[in-house]
């Protein structure tokens, strides 16, 4: 069975600086893909990025990007700039290459704060 | 498109009681999801569907959890009876079919068992 670890159940980071989210996961599937989910305190669950896993380079999404290291099976979330509105909770989560539905796998969370 | 829409957004019920936690997919959407988040487990996939079929009901905590799909529009999640420990965050989520596609979620129903 696939797993996902986020190893910091807390981060925090002054205004404006950035900071890297760790993840990690476990598979023997060769091609999946992997997610980055915001909750902030209104509850919902907001994509952030998607990366596939045959695509060797990194996804970025304006102010967010990741780095995909396949071999390591990590998967880590750098948030640039920081602003105010990034704090939540930020799920890392995997999810198997299949035409049909496939169920995602999340980590537990890591609870950002961003210091004004 | 409004999304997935759950209802309700809050529902608290004394232990013993039957609830039902509702979800309407986005439409066109193939594949639908529920999910449970609690502090101890984080997010646990409960059961999902695709066209309406259950695929995988292994996350369903005992037999006191159901759920149903009776068309591509409109899900629910019983509980009956209800317990303390069943309190929590449900989330519904839906998906198109395909390989390229991810999973938008409803904005969940908080749950309180007294």
């Known amino acids: 069975a696939q797993t996902v670890t986020q190893s910091q159940p807390e981060m925090s980071v002054q205004e404006a600086e950035t900071v890297t989210l760790s993840c990690t996961y476990d598979t023997s599937e060769s091609d999946y893909y992997l997610f980055w989910y915001k909750q902030p305190p209104s509850r919902q669950m907001i994509l952030v990025i998607r990366?596939?896993?045959?695509?060797?380079q990194n996804a970025t999404e304006n102010r967010f990007s990741v780095n995909f290291q396949k071999a390591a099976k990590s998967f880590s979330l750098k948030i640039s700039d920081s602003q105010l509105g990034d704090a939540a909770m930020y799920f890392c989560a995997y999810r198997r290459l299949n035409q049909g539905a496939q169920k995602l796998v999340f980590g537990q969370g890591t609870r950002l704060t961003i210091n004004p | 498109d409004a999304g997935v829409i759950q209802s309700p957004r809050h529902e608290v019920t004394e232990m013993g009681q039957e609830v039902t936690l509702r979800c309407k997919p986005i439409?066109?959407?193939?594949?639908l999801f529920w999910y449970r988040q609690t502090m101890m487990r984080g997010l646990e996939l409960l059961i999902y569907f695709n066209n309406n079929v259950p695929i995988d009901d292994s996350g369903m905590p005992e037999d006191r959890f159901s759920a149903k799909m009776p068309n591509a529009s409109f899900s629910t999640l019983k509980i009956q009876p209800s317990e303390p420990r069943d309190s929590a965050v449900y989330f519904c989520?839906?998906?198109?079919?395909?390989?390229?596609?991810?999973?938008?979620f409803g904005q969940g129903t908080r749950l309180t068992v007294v």
């Open positions: 439409s066109g959407h193939n594949s």
């Open positions: 990366q596939e896993a045959y695509k060797q």
């Open positions: 989520a839906s998906s198109p079919t395909g390989v390229n596609t991810e999973a938008f």
